[in-house]
Nanobody, 132 residues
Framework: QVQFVESGGGSVQPGGSLRLSCAASGSVLDQYAIGWFRQAPGKEREGIACISSTESRYYGGTFYADSVKGRFSVSRDNVANTVELQMNSLEPEDTAVYYC?????????????????????WGQGTQVTVSS
């Protein structure tokens, strides 16, 4: 059974950077659309970034929420079989548990915010804390 695992979370000061990684065991990651979600205490889980499958006709499609646009970047490393979320200029408001999610049929579009119910597979989450 395919499993997805996030790594790279931690604590950082405001203005700092972190790089999250989503890895898959038991499957090749580039056949999935990958969404990055986050959930802050007391808030709903929200989609913040997405990258389409390389096998999709929407290959290259990405989405970024306004709150992270220009600061976060999602990319694939097909050799390592991972999807990376580079997070720069981190703010205290970015503090949350970050999840990667995967789906074989979803496609990412710049004007389409991913929803949790649209993704079939989920990682366990990794904590990101931004604090001085």
């Amino acid at each position: 059974q395919v499993q997805f695992v996030e790594s790279g979370g931690g604590s950082v000061q405001p203005g700092g950077s972190l790089r999250l990684s989503c890895a898959a065991s038991g499957s090749v990651l580039d056949q999935y659309a990958i969404g990055w979600f986050r959930q802050a205490p007391g808030k709903e889980r929200e989609g913040i970034a997405c990258i389409s499958s390389t096998e999709s006709r929407y290959y290259g499609g990405t989405f970024y929420a306004d709150s992270v646009k220009g600061r976060f970047s999602v990319s694939r490393d097909n050799v390592a079989n991972t999807v990376e979320l580079q997070m720069n200029s981190l703010e205290p408001e970015d503090t949350a548990v970050y999840y990667c999610a995967a789906d074989l049929t979803y496609y990412c579009s710049s004007d389409l915010r991913p929803k949790t119910y649209e993704f079939e597979f989920w990682g366990q989450g990794t904590q990101v804390t931004v604090s001085s």
